[in-house]
């Protein structure tokens, strides 16, 4: 799977609509908002707050978050999800942020508990 415009949400309306009626993960790393949609399709949204740190540690953040998700083939179609990354994403260890990720895709019903070890998803 790439991540082409498509697996994306590009929309600010499309933003709003996850944040407002979408079931929330919280977490000292990361917030996930996670919504259906009627596309058939899961697509991925990335709100990463200046807050967090210098441009260049904020894309080191989506990068890191687009490869998780694009490394997970075992998602269910039809979701929105929206992750807002917190400053103590960056110091932390990458399996810790690796794990907090799929966690909370388990949590939001978007993978499946026993399909995917949060060790087989890799940092590429």
């Not at 996850?18 to 009627?38: H, M, Q």
């Not at 441009?55 to 992750?83: M, Q, S, T, Y």
């Not at 794990?99 to 590429?124: A, G, Q, W, Y």
Request: with cysteine.
């Amino acid at each position: 799977m790439d991540f082409s415009r498509k697996y994306r949400i590009t929309n600010t309306q499309e933003y709003r609509e996850v944040y407002r009626s979408g079931t929330w993960y919280i977490s000292p790393l990361l917030d996930v908002s996670a919504k259906t949609n009627t596309l058939g399709i899961t697509r991925l949204g990335l709100s990463v707050p200046k807050s967090v740190g210098s441009a260049h540690e904020r894309n080191l953040l989506k990068r890191r978050l687009r490869n998780l998700f694009i490394c997970i083939e075992n998602k269910k179609k039809g979701w929105d999800i929206v992750v807002i990354p917190k400053r103590e994403s960056l110091v932390t260890d990458f399996k810790l942020f690796r794990k907090t990720f799929i966690d909370s895709l388990h949590f939001l019903s978007i993978i499946p508990k026993n399909v995917i070890n949060s060790e087989d998803v890799n940092e590429k």
